[in-house]
């Protein structure tokens, strides 16, 4: 298999994207699957759905997210202080102090610092409270009150401002929730060869705010088979217990059996652990005690679909400095391409 496109995956976590502002990650996706596909177009909801035809096989839909968690504009006091509303969800704990862009109607970035009404340990009274809440966030920009409120409007894009970095055999970004997922996808396309399904990919939209893209974008498609591409917690550091790790960096893909968004097709999860085990592909089961990907919305479109999740192992998700293994990535690309190659053999409908 060739060598992974980091130069792709740098620009795909790099892009600003919100849930319902995606508009700019899904030019770089068009631009990347264009050339991989026989047809391509965006739905009204933004999804980017990519159609690979087959040889009269099975349809399987392959669903990787676009937007990153972040915030929009909610208010602009006097002083040109600027108030947020979280798109997703951000654990407040790791945002004071960073840095962050405002995307303008222009389509400048603005960058500023994200910031909390907190005093700072030089002013503190013995009792005062340390803790901070989404509501106690504001981005300073530096401007001037005038020039803030002439650059920016309500309801314009705030997105964290961190590079995608190669760390020796890791990677670490922002936004690789879920962008390394749609990165999977285009690089397993890329390789796929002989297939006898019909592939249709779709980066789908507002995943992180309830999986609405993937919800029209299944029905629209009416798939046969469903496979959802995300990242999952890999608990290999420090404050956690070995039996909650729910998956470690670098032992391989995560093949997802438990969820709180989908109860994933048991035949579909043998299928992929038994190509996985011919291919020498590493890979873990992960069961997850909260969250959830795509693929519940897949799962219960029109009258059901076989589905389960392929999960890229994270450290640190939802923060702005998420981790995955180059090794793991790689694994997932290698497990989706031999699985679309055979996934017209499979059988995955209880007691059929």
Not at 154 to 173: F, K, N, Q, Y
Not at 298 to 309: D, E, L, S, Y
Request: charged share 25%.
């Amino acid at each position: 298999m060739a060598e992974l496109n980091l130069g792709l995956l740098k620009q795909l976590c790099e892009t600003p994207g919100i849930a319902g502002r995606e508009e700019r990650v899904a030019t770089v996706v068009q631009q990347a699957l264009a050339p991989l596909v026989d047809e391509i177009r965006r739905d009204p909801l933004g999804n980017v759905i990519a159609i690979k035809r087959g040889k009269g096989g099975p349809r399987v839909m392959i669903a990787a997210h676009m937007d990153e968690i972040g915030f929009i504009v909610r208010a602009i006091d006097d002083r040109g202080f600027i108030r947020l509303q979280p798109v997703g969800g951000f654990d407040p704990r790791v945002l004071p102090a960073q840095r962050v862009r405002v995307w303008t109607r222009e389509g400048d970035g603005l960058l500023g610092a994200l910031q909390a009404t907190v005093k700072p340990p030089h002013l503190q009274q013995a009792g005062d409270d340390k803790s901070v809440t989404i509501n106690d966030l504001f981005v300073d920009l530096g401007l001037p009150a005038e020039q803030v409120k002439a650059r920016v409007e309500i309801g314009d894009m705030v997105t964290l401002d961190r590079p995608c970095e190669v760390l020796g055999p890791t990677v670490l970004s922002k936004a690789l929730d879920d962008r390394v997922g749609v990165f999977v996808m285009i690089e397993a396309l890329r390789a796929v060869k002989e297939h006898v399904v019909e592939i249709v990919a779709v980066a789908t939209t507002q995943e992180e705010v309830g999986l609405r893209g993937a919800q029209v974008a299944a029905f629209g498609i009416d798939p046969d088979i469903g496979i959802a591409l995300d990242t999952t917690i890999a608990g290999d550091v420090p404050g956690f217990e070995p039996e909650g790790t729910v998956t470690k960096l670098g032992a391989g893909v995560g093949i997802k059996v438990f969820d709180t968004s989908q109860l994933p097709n048991p035949a579909l999860v043998q299928h992929l652990r038994a190509i996985a085990d011919r291919e020498g592909i590493p890979y873990q089961l992960e069961v997850l005690p909260r969250g959830g990907t795509d693929g519940g919305a897949i799962q219960r479109t029109r009258a059901g679909v076989p589905t389960t999740t392929l999960s890229v192992p994270s450290r640190y998700v939802h923060s702005v400095n998420e981790m995955a293994h180059l090794d793991d990535i790689a694994a997932a690309v290698r497990l989706l391409t031999r699985f679309l190659e055979e996934a017209h053999t499979g059988r995955y409908i209880p007691g059929a």
